[in-house]
């Protein structure tokens, strides 16, 4: 079992920046890859970045690749996520997710409660 509590969310202008965190229970955190997806209203989920369980690997959305950036500190149980140049369409909550396995990159067994963004034009 992981339980995940995301925090950092917030209110930015256009070209700002924001940065995530997600803190996990559980001491098998090291061996769940961690991920990020985010929903905006009325849209589907989408999947913004996945980390492996080490942290040497991290996958991006065509859409975030440039300006975010994801990694994991497994001796504190924490994922982040750094968003540089913040667009409007960015904007949407954004929920920690985590796996022992990734079958698609918008299915993950466990989620946060998520954290809302607004980036402001």
């Known amino acids: 079992q992981v339980q995940l509590v995301e925090s950092g969310g917030g209110l930015v202008q256009a070209g700002g920046s924001l940065s995530l965190s997600c803190a996990a229970t559980g001491r098998t955190f090291s061996s769940y890859y961690m991920g990020w997806l985010r929903q905006a209203p009325g849209k589907e989920r989408e999947f913004v970045a996945a980390v492996s369980s080490s942290g040497g690997r991290v996958r991006y959305a065509d859409s975030v690749k440039g300006r975010f950036t994801s990694a994991r500190d497994n001796a504190k149980n924490t994922v982040y996520l750094q968003m540089n140049s913040l667009k409007p369409e960015d904007t949407a909550a954004y929920y920690c997710?985590?796996?022992?396995?990734?079958?698609?990159?918008?299915?993950?067994?466990?989620w946060g409660q998520g954290t809302q963004v607004t980036v402001s034009s």
């Open positions: 997710v985590a796996d022992s396995v990734i079958i698609t990159y918008t299915s993950f067994k466990y």
